[in-house]
């Protein structure tokens, strides 16, 4: 009987185990979904065609990277924001072939870049390093957003 009740109890700590997790999960992308929510996307008003937005939770020191394709003769914005709590981040983009893609400008707000050519780039955002003296460490929340529009339509509406 002993043995029954050993493996009844080690299902229903699987099972819990398992239910915390998920609730755990789904409780972080609701809080990610309400920070993407309140984004400020004042500064993608010249651009007209959200590409999309990613979003992901991260911890200090984390870096990720996101793949774009861009289509020739656009220009692109780039908006990054993430919670206060992760500090100054820092976003690269690369190009396999190191050309066709241009930088007009880049503030701490977003970056934009214009691209000659049909490619894909990646965009690698990092979070600086935080040490606390309690070895707790925080997460927060990151959002990628990006727009386009077409080069004609944005020489005369920047």
């Not at 239910?19 to 972080?28: G, K, R």
């Not at 924001?81 to 066709?100: F, K, M, P």
């Not at 977003?110 to 070895?135: A, G, H, M």
């Amino acid at each position: 009987m002993k043995t029954t009740n050993s493996k009844v109890e080690y299902l229903i700590s699987i099972v819990l185990i398992t239910l915390l997790m998920t609730l755990s999960v789904i409780s972080t992308f609701g809080q990610c979904n309400s920070f993407v929510k309140k984004m400020n996307r004042e500064s993608l008003s010249p651009f007209e065609n959200c590409e999309g937005v990613q979003m992901a939770k991260m911890y200090p020191g984390d870096s990720a990277i996101i793949n774009q394709e861009l289509e020739a003769n656009r220009t692109y914005r780039i908006l990054i924001e993430a919670d206060e709590y992760l500090g100054l981040i820092s976003a690269e983009i690369s190009d396999q072939l190191n050309d066709g893609v241009l930088y007009i400008n880049q503030t701490s707000q977003y970056i934009d870049l214009r691209s000659i050519r049909d490619r894909n780039v990646e965009i690698k955002i990092n979070i600086p390093q935080k040490f606390t003296s309690n070895k707790i460490e925080r997460s927060g929340c990151v959002a990628v957003a990006v727009s386009s529009g077409l080069v004609e339509d944005l020489a005369t509406n920047p």
